[in-house]
């Protein structure tokens, strides 16, 4: 009686429903179906994926993002999703196997099946490739060797100290150049230190001036007035310095010398990357503290010069933002725009980039943000550390983030003077200032003071 019963009930069930339902949730169909076991066997892969998923969430969806800048984690992303899209094809395609179908209906049940089927196809294996695409161009930007972006010389590994230990304080060091194939040279016009501090969760940034000169130079002798930093590089490169290390190694340790931090990590961006990331989040919100009328900016595009901005709260573009941080002619009130105040934007709009970045809407725009910096961007910090620094990052209070540019004193009282069309560090008071930040963590920590090197 109840054998009779129950077989009459799985002809009175359809199977184009039971599809459905195991294409919303595998194992569903069978359950609708009767079959218990199958329902259990199907579910439990699904049941599995949804814990890893929400133990991969357990920080928020932005630091979930960020481990997609981890090609290990992407490639492991991809399997999961090419197995789901084959376990939903199976409890999908199982469903004809799971009752007794009606004559009338089982053209049209198979087509059901086969639809949902195209369904599962296309989605997972575009999200595959979605993930591939992205999963590959983290891997360009999370390689020190392979990019136009740095000026590097012959077996220069890069060499730089790791930090000690997971609670050790770490250094960045972000340079923007323009990269542009018209370029004979490679010019680190931003050059500014970004240095976090897990014991004390705070974050130090200190901008150095491009046209800075006559400094002691880490492996011994002093520069001269007519030597630029942002073109130490290219002096390495022709042999103007005779230095120990690369091009841009020497760079990333001059300044690290000069700051009087050591810095672990490099990261270089050019500034198209710059437009790309600020327009792929969406702009960004700055607050400008003076009008800026620069009537001589070039947009670097053959458009008709000249950029020009009211003081207050802004949104602006990418075109614009990489306006708002590259000028530095014009009047801007009494303050002068110059390359002090385009560095103090810089930090300014750096700091409002990863605040948009951080917002949990901005997840749907990671494939564009990791393939711009995939294209656009080359740094040495480990891939896989990313998401645990960004994690780190979104708890440090915006009272515990401290900013300078080094600067005259009319600007700033770390103390810089002026030096013919150059200028020159004062290096007792930038050693003061690196103590006071960065404690024993300070080269300087414990030593005589630098001696002044300005002419």
Known sequence: MDRNTHSAGDRGRSPSLAALLSFLWPGLGQLYMGKRRAAVILAVPAVLILVILAYELRQGAVVFAA?????????????????????????????????????????????????????????????????????????QAFNRDGSNLIDSGP????????????????????????????????LYDSIMVVSFDPKTNSVQMISVPRDSASFPFYFGGVDSVSTKINSIPTYVRNGWVKSPDGPYLTLVKEVGYLVGIPINYYAVMDLDGFVKMVDTVGGIDVVNPAAIDDGTYDWLNGAPSGFHLAAGPQHLNGKNAL????????????????????????????????????QPNQILALPGLISTLGSSVTTSFPASKVADYVAMGQSVPSGNIKQVVLAPP????TGISKVTASTCLRNDKVAALSIQWFGKDSTWYGKPTPVDTCP
């Open 155 to 186: 077996g220069d590994t890069m060499a730089l100290p790791a930090p000690a230990s997971a609670d050790s304080r770490v250094t960045i060091l972000f340079t923007g150049v323009d990269a542009a194939p018209s370029r004979s040279e490679h």
């Open 410 to 413: 009319t600007y700033s009282t």
């Open 67 to 139: 481990r997609f800048a981890d090609p290990a984690f992407g490639v492991a992303a991809i399997a999961i999703v090419i197995a789901a899209g084959l376990w939903r094809l199976v409890a999908v395609t199982n469903v004809l196997a799971s009752g007794k179908q009606r004559r009338t209906r089982k053209v049209l049940d198979k087509l059901v099946v086969a639809t949902l089927a195209a369904i599962i196809v296309v989605s997972h294996a575009g999200a595959g490739y979605l993930l591939a695409t992205t999963t590959e161009a983290g891997s």
């Open 323 to 358: 306006a708002y941080v590259r000028s530095r002619h014009g009047s801007d009130g009494t303050a002068g725009n110059s390359d002090y105040k385009r560095a103090d934007r810089q930090q300014q709009v750096l700091v409002a980039l990863l605040h948009r970045m951080a």
